[in-house]
């Protein structure tokens, strides 16, 4: 089920992948994948971008369990604090595009 509010580290982060502003990648927010909902995810680069936060502080097995069903289907991780992404996105940001560069051809 989708969440009606999104955090606001989730807003800021969407600010930054959107419209395709992350090296010209196609990120999707809230994407249904498998059974599962992903944060973010990136069907070119098989990349679900995850910010955790108080929601899962109680659910690191189900977290670790959905993970590694994700990742049976070549699905890769990137996961962020989601203090981390309000007090530094700007960091957040350069691991995620120095990811891509290092997984994904990019055009120049």
Same mark, same amino acid.
């Given at each position: 089920?989708?969440?009606?509010? *999104? ?11 959107? /419209?395709?502003?992350?090296? /010209?990648? =196609? ?7 498998? %059974? ?16 955790? /936060?108080? *929601? ?9 369990? %959905?993970?590694?069903?994700?990742? *049976? ?5 990137? %996961? ?7 007090? =530094? %996105? /700007? ?9 891509? *560069? ?7």
């Amino acid at each position: 089920m989708l969440r009606k509010q *999104s955090t606001l580290a989730e807003i800021l982060l969407w600010n930054e992948l959107k /419209g395709k502003k992350m090296l /010209g990648c =196609d990120f999707h927010r809230q994407k249904p994948v498998h %059974r599962y909902i992903v944060d973010f995810f990136c069907p070119e680069l098989m990349l679900a971008v995850e910010i955790d /936060g108080a *929601s899962h502080v109680d659910k690191v097995e189900e977290d670790k369990k %959905r993970q590694e069903d994700l990742e *049976s289907l070549g699905i890769r991780f990137l %996961r962020f604090q989601d203090d981390e992404v309000k007090k =530094d %996105r /700007g960091t957040v940001v350069e691991v995620i595009k120095k990811w891509i *560069s290092e997984h994904h051809k990019v055009e120049t």
